[in-house]
């Protein structure tokens, strides 16, 4: 008898030690999920940036309105139609399919279909940021420089990362009507 117990209390303990299934916060949606935080606000942190350029009473502040406006339709479009599939990740790598998934691939569609708009408006930005960086040498503003490595740092990692995993994620679900994933290990 001291040996079952024994024995139940080492598998007790076995059980509470193994790795547990990773907890994510996900995001609830009517019909598309939402744009993971951390990229909404690194999207709010460089309009902010921008912001603060433009307030320059000189060459470097008009040309930073002018990316101000650029920006804030460029990542408006982005949280619309192209990153909002990315709040399904952390619900699809524990092998949950969602209810909205017409919807989902609807969006994904939409972005395919102005994958190319999204990459040109990448190099207007890009050249428009080389205009305010040289601007922003003559005005003697050296912050326009940080602020001008962290926009190309983002657009980069969205079109060989985010971009490609929106696409993935579309794949992924336009695979999952004959497949169940939910015995995924």
Avoid: W
């Avoid at 790795?19 to 935080?37: A, I």
């Avoid at 962290?150 to 060989?160: F, I, K, N, S």
Wanted: proline share 6%.
């Amino acid at each position: 008898m001291k040996t079952v117990v024994l024995l139940s209390l080492v598998s007790l303990l076995f059980a509470q030690c193994r790795p547990k299934e990773p907890t994510f916060e996900l995001t609830e949606f009517p019909g598309k999920p939402g744009v993971p935080t951390s990229i909404k606000n690194d999207h709010e942190n460089l309009l902010q940036k921008i912001r603060e350029c433009s307030l320059f009473q000189d060459s470097t502040g008009a040309l930073a309105k002018k990316l101000s406006g650029l920006m804030q339709n460029h990542f408006q479009e982005e949280e619309d139609y192209v990153l909002p599939p990315l709040g399904l990740l952390p619900s699809l790598s524990l092998g949950n399919l969602p209810s909205e998934k017409k919807d989902i691939l609807m969006l994904i569609r939409k972005f395919k279909s102005q994958a190319a708009h999204m990459s040109a408006e990448h190099q207007l930005i890009k050249a428009l940021m080389d205009e305010l960086k040289v601007a922003a040498e003559k005005d003697n503003h050296p912050e326009v420089h940080l602020l001008a490595g962290e926009l190309v740092q983002h657009a980069t990692m969205e079109e060989e990362v985010l971009y490609p995993a929106v696409i993935l994620i579309g794949r992924y679900l336009e695979r999952t009507d004959s497949v169940d994933h939910r015995a995924m290990p």
